[in-house]
């Protein structure tokens, strides 16, 4: 009997370990997704494009005949009683799988159920947290003007396109076609190492607090989103340290023109040492001999194919 409660025990602490994890790592962004690509956006892998949000959406009739018959107190009653039945009945079943019995039985099933239930609630907060960056950047165009997209995407804007893919790489071929008719000297071979010393050099600042040396590298609302997340730490008396960096690869994603801008995603995978110090330098998160491996998608924006700047950042 007390093995099982016990049993019981550290499936409540593992539940309870699953909601305290934190991020593997911050880094510059505090390993969120925020920011703009214009109508593009990214979640789960896939690339999508905003539709046009001035187009009306359908609406369904409503039918003010339904659900107007209230049900009777008895029927109430009554339905509440073979509610309360079917769960001892569930509580039992339950319990009787870790080999409780008796009236233990359903209480230990009520305990695994509510473990199961709090395992689900977590799954869907986690996986409806990939869609977040998406639904952001439709809700930030709605507010807007009319779209302008490129004529060469041809991406569905429901089901997305997954990045890498032959469709994404055929979008990315004609985007730069596009981009090269209105800038001839631009040449993504020269802006990859760019693209790279940005990024090494954002980490650097973001590392430092210098919003000084950020407000040249990003777009006024990334910066608005950096400011916010230093002035966290500073909150919590802790800074982020990040050092030790390695790119070990940067894909090109996507790439496209849209209301006279330039703009372009890359996939970089790089490891780092990233760690978070108190005022007195001591460790309070992470472990600066160990290094950490992460990709993430960087969008940049340019209006003249020379100046870029970050404009979002997104998990994959």
């Given at each position: 009997m007390i093995k099982k409660i016990f049993i019981l025990f550290l499936l409540m602490?593992?539940?309870s370990l699953t909601f305290n994890v934190d991020c593997a790592f911050s880094k510059a962004g505090g390993g969120k997704s925020f920011g703009s690509a214009g109508t593009h956006s990214y979640s789960g892998g896939n690339k999508y494009v905003a539709p046009n949000l001035n187009t009306p959406k359908p609406t369904s009739p409503?039918?003010?005949t339904i659900n107007q018959n209230q049900p009777s107190f008895l029927r109430n009653f009554l339905g509440g009683i073979a509610g309360a039945l079917a769960g001892i009945a569930l509580f039992s079943m339950f319990g009787s799988l870790f080999g409780f019995s008796g009236p233990n039985s359903s209480v230990a099933g009520l305990f695994l159920i509510i473990i199961l239930g709090i395992l689900v609630v977590y799954l869907i907060n986690f996986f409806s947290k990939r869609r977040t960056s998406q639904?952001?950047?439709y809700n930030r165009e709605a507010t807007g003007e009319g779209y302008k997209t490129s004529s060469y995407s041809n991406t569905d804007s429901t089901q997305g396109v997954a990045l890498g893919s032959v469709q994404a790489k055929m979008d990315v071929d004609n985007g730069l076609r596009e981009i090269e008719k209105l800038f001839p000297s631009f040449s993504e071979e020269e802006l990859r190492p760019k693209i790279k010393d940005?990024?090494?050099n954002i980490q650097k600042a973001w590392s430092e607090k210098n919003i000084g040396g950020l407000k040249?590298?990003?777009t006024d609302e990334m910066l608005l989103n950096f400011q916010k997340q230093i002035e966290e730490l500073n909150s919590n008396g802790t800074t982020n340290i990040v050092e030790n960096i390695s790119?070990?690869?940067?894909?090109?994603?996507d790439a496209w023109m849209e209301r006279e801008s330039?703009?372009?995603t890359y996939k970089i995978e790089a490891t780092m040492s990233d760690y978070d110090v108190d005022s007195n330098g001591s460790i309070v998160r992470g472990d600066k001999d160990r290094a950490v491996d992460f990709q993430e998608l960087w969008s940049f924006v340019s209006r003249d194919s020379v100046k870029w700047e970050l404009s979002a950042i997104n998990q994959i």
């Open positions: 602490i593992c539940v409503t039918n003010p639904e952001n950047v940005m990024f090494l040249n590298l990003i790119v070990k690869r940067m894909e090109l994603v330039i703009y372009a």
